[in-house]
Antibody, heavy 118, light 107 residues
Framework: EVQLVESGGGLVQPGRSLKLSCAAS????????MAWVRQTPTKGLEWVAS????????YYRDSVKGRFTISRDNAKNTQYLQMDSLRSEDTATYYC???????????WGQGVMVTVSS | DIQMTQSPASLSASLEEIVTITCQAS??????LAWYQQKPGKSPQLLIY???SLADGVPSRFSGSRSGTQYSLKISRLQVEDPGIYYC?????????FGSGTKLEIK
């Protein structure tokens, strides 16, 4: 059974950093691109970043470029999202998702809440 | 960025009724379109990918279609477990973008 379990969320002050982790199981992690997607009540679902199978290619939405870094450790079956210089508008539930086929996501984690507030 | 205009924003329908939700892409995205269902407090679940292919384990009453840059999700006979919020996703080009969602309720 495919499982994606996020961790690392919480309350953080503006300008500070937070690192999310996503532990994967039930599939050959190194064979799949991975992604982070966030959700807020006002903006809905937003793709944040994606990473290729080997980690050599990364992609970001403009609003997080230069502040967020997606990475993965295939030996640990885990992907990460390092979030620096956090802003209030980064407040959201962050989902880890597995890429499949035509650039869609076939499995999602349960989500982790990130709140950026002083 | 490719805009996905989803309609209606909300929908109330009776059991066994046919329900249709649409997404209009701002440009050609081919078949790079997926549909998701999200229930309260849960993560989105894949229903349709490649515009028309049914994901594993999804009931056959769900179907997807395409006409040019308009994409539709049809539920042929609404069931009690179908309420939730439905989203489309375009995977044609970055940034990947979602529709704004359709909240489906049982009348």
């Amino acid at each position: 059974e495919v499982q994606l379990v996020e961790s690392g969320g919480g309350l953080v002050q503006p300008g500070r950093s937070l690192k999310l982790s996503c532990a994967a199981s039930g599939f050959t992690f190194s064979n799949y691109g991975m992604a982070w997607v966030r959700q807020t009540p006002t903006k809905g679902l937003e793709w944040v970043a994606s990473i290729s199978t080997g980690g050599g290619n990364t992609y970001y939405r403009d609003s997080v470029k230069g502040r967020f870094t997606i990475s993965r450790d295939n030996a640990k079956n885990t992907q990460y999202l390092q979030m620096d210089s956090l802003r209030s508008e980064d407040t959201a539930t962050y989902y880890c998702a597995r890429h499949a086929g035509n650039n869609y996501f076939d499995y999602w984690g349960q989500g982790v809440m990130v709140t950026v507030s002083s | 960025d490719i805009q996905m205009t989803q309609s209606p924003a909300s929908l109330s329908a009776s059991l066994e009724e046919i329900v249709t939700i649409t997404c209009q892409a701002s440009q050609d995205i081919g078949n790079w379109l997926a549909w998701y269902q999200q229930k309260p407090g849960k993560s989105p679940q894949l229903l349709i990918y490649g515009a028309t292919s049914l994901a594993d384990g999804v009931p056959s009453r769900f179907s997807g279609s395409r006409s040019g840059t308009q994409y539709s999700l049809k539920i042929s006979r609404l069931q009690v477990e179908d309420p939730g919020i439905y989203y489309c996703l375009q995977g044609y080009s970055a940034p990947l973008t979602f529709g704004s969602g359709t909240k489906l309720e049982i009348k």
